[in-house]
C-alpha cells in the first residue's frame, strides 16, 4: 500500500505562490505516477496536474496551465506542485493520488480520477481577494 500525505496548504493572497508536497510511504514510489486534484465546497473533485512514474511527462488542466508546476523526486518519494500567480477561483482541498504504472511508460499520466487508487487526505489552500 502506497500511502500519500499532502503538506503545504494554507492561506494566501491573489498573486501569491504555494508549494504543495505530497510525501509517499509505502511501495517503491517511482512505479507509481502521481497528480493533484482539487475540490471546492458544492463542486465535484477537478483534475489539477499529473506526472508519470519516470517524469518525463507532465498534464494540466487548462485553469492552471502556465500558473501550476507539478514535479517529483523519486529518491525523496514526494512529489511536488508548484503553484504561482493564485487566483480566488484556486481556493479548494487539493489532494494527491497515485497509480501503479511503469517509469519505463512512454505515455502521458492520466487525468481520470477513477485511474487513481491510492489517496491523500487533502489540503486546503485558500487564496483571498
Known amino acids: 500500500q502506497l500511502q500519500p500525505v499532502e503538506s503545504g496548504g494554507g492561506l494566501v493572497q491573489a498573486g501569491g505562490s504555494l508549494r504543495l508536497s505530497c510525501a509517499a510511504s509505502?511501495?517503491?514510489?517511482?512505479?507509481?505516477?502521481s497528480g493533484w486534484f482539487r475540490q471546492a465546497p458544492g463542486k465535484e473533485r477537478e483534475f489539477v496536474a499529473a506526472?508519470?512514474?519516470?517524469?518525463?511527462?507532465?498534464v494540466y488542466a487548462d485553469s492552471v496551465q502556465g500558473r501550476f508546476t507539478i514535479s517529483r523526486d523519486s529518491a525523496k518519494n514526494t512529489a511536488y506542485l508548484q503553484m504561482n500567480s493564485l487566483k480566488p477561483e484556486d481556493t479548494a482541498a487539493y489532494y494527491c493520488?497515485?497509480?501503479?504504472?511503469?517509469?519505463?511508460?512512454?505515455?502521458?499520466?492520466?487525468?481520470?480520477?477513477?485511474?487513481?487508487?491510492?489517496w491523500g487526505q487533502g489540503t486546503q489552500v485558500t487564496v483571498s481577494p
Open positions: 493520488a497515485t497509480y501503479p504504472t511503469s517509469p519505463f511508460d512512454g505515455g502521458s499520466p492520466d487525468r481520470s480520477t477513477s485511474r487513481y487508487v491510492h
Open positions: 509505502g511501495r517503491t514510489f517511482r512505479n507509481y505516477a
Open positions: 506526472i508519470s512514474a519516470g517524469g518525463g511527462h507532465t
